[in-house]
């Protein structure tokens, strides 16, 4: 499958929730509109949880892949300021 | 004076006689777990004035105002009436109906729970019955509302449906669901109905709503948590529409007024009159 590109990522495999989603939001704040955000995750609850909180952010989710570590890499691309 | 006094009447009114001769604890109707600010005020006056300056909250949403005198019974109905405040009932009747906060307020709710909680109140509360009655209302299956301890128990869940052109292939859905229900074959997602639990995760997570959800009713009956602890069952499919809810909880109820024995819960009234007959009548309300 091919890569998305993508401007910044963030791993957040070391948070816990709801840290992991905090993380991620700081992450996503610091991008301009339009850019790339790569993040990732662990199994379970954070990737149950985290894509749902990023859409009702606002902001526009492009895949979810498995890393096949116990890890997946979510790529959202930022919306508004 | 004390023989005199109609303590079932008096319980059919909320008030309940409390250990301390002379004085009852006043139970209040909170439909739904929700109170005004005015409500509240009222029923903060009431509790200073008539009470102990206390409350109790009951573990279905009620509030019960301690150490009300035998005396002051009409004057404190009054003085609640003039609030918004009415009282709540004890014995063998309908209680009051609870409720989560639900889709008005919460991302997770399937449903609106509060505005099912008021019809239901409306159309059951106080309800004469062998036995006390428990309707229950939780908007997902979260189940924050506990609904199958309740003799008829309603969780809000969505049917869905994936708009195959609309899907980006994202693949959050999949692992959105946590009942391994969504899995991608052929390059597109794929439910397996045996799995899925309406839980509306996939719709709630997808970015680009590819899902639908048809929010729907999964009632279960004959929840049991007291002495004897049951978990209410689901005996039919998940119901789309209010008409069709109600006929089903008026058979439900239709059953246990016909064949319960005074005093017997409606979990035991199935279990010794058998559930066939019961599962006939609320098919046939079901089917309309
Ligand atoms: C156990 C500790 C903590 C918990 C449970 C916690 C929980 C939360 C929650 C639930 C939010 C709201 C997220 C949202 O809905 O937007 C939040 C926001 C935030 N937290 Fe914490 N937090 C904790 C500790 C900390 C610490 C130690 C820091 C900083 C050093 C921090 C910084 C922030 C910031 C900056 C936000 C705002 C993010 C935003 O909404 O813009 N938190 N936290
Ligand atoms: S049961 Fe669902 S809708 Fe109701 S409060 Fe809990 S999470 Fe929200
Ligand atoms: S409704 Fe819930 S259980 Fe059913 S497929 Fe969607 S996420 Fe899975
Ligand atoms: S979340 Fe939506 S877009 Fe993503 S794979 Fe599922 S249906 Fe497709």
Redesign the pocket.
């Known amino acids: 499958m091919a890569e998305i590109s993508f401007d910044e990522q963030v791993d957040i495999t070391d948070k816990v929730c709801p840290l992991t989603f905090v993380k991620a939001k700081v992450s996503l704040e610091e991008l301009d509109e339009g850019q790339i955000l790569a993040i990732r995750m662990n199994d379970g609850e954070p990737v149950q949880n985290v894509p749902r909180s990023i859409k009702e952010e606002g902001h526009q989710i492009l895949k979810l892949e498995d890393n096949e570590d116990g890890t997946y890499t979510l790529y959202v691309k930022k919306v508004g300021d | 004076m004390a023989g005199t006094i109609d303590y079932a009447a008096l319980k059919k009114g909320g008030f309940m006689r409390q250990k301390q001769k002379g004085y009852f604890s006043l139970r209040l109707q909170v439909v739904g777990g929700n109170l005004t600010a005015e409500n509240i005020k009222t029923v903060s006056e009431v509790a200073e004035k008539y009470g102990h300056g206390y409350v109790h909250m009951t573990s279905r949403q009620g509030i019960e105002i301690p150490f009300i005198r035998f005396e002051d019974i009409e004057e404190v109905r009054a003085e609640l009436a003039k609030g918004g405040v009415n009282p709540g009932v004890c014995g063998p009747r309908v209680r009051t109906v609870t409720a989560?906060?639900?889709?008005d307020v919460?991302?997770?709710?399937?449903i609106d729970?509060y505005g099912l909680a008021k019809d239901l109140n409306e159309h059951y509360f106080g309800r004469e019955l062998p036995h006390k009655f428990k309707f229950g209302v939780?908007?997902?299956?979260?189940?924050?509302?506990k609904a199958e301890e309740n003799d008829l128990g309603i969780k809000?869940g969505m049917e869905v449906t994936c708009d195959h052109d609309a899907c980006i292939h994202c693949n959050v859905c999949v692992k959105a669901c946590r009942e391994g229900a969504l899995s991608v074959q052929d390059g597109q997602i794929a439910i397996d109905r045996d799995k899925c639990n309406f839980c509306g995760r996939c719709v709630k997570s997808c970015p680009v709503d590819a899902w639908h959800g048809e929010s729907g009713y999964i009632v279960s009956f004959g929840g049991l948590f007291g002495n004897h602890i049951y978990k209410g069952e689901t005996l039919l499919p998940i119901i789309k529409d209010k008409e069709t809810l109600f006929r089903v909880a008026d058979a439900a109820i239709g059953f246990f007024e016909d064949f319960a024995n005074p005093g017997e819960r409606f979990r035991l009234t199935l279990q010794r009159v058998g559930e066939e007959e019961f599962r006939k009548r609320i098919q046939e309300a079901y089917n309309g």
């Not at chain 2, 989560?100 to 889709?103: F, L």
Request: hydrophobic share 5%.
């Open positions: 989560c906060q639900g889709s919460c991302p997770s709710g399937c729970t939780t908007g997902c299956q979260n189940n924050c509302l809000g």
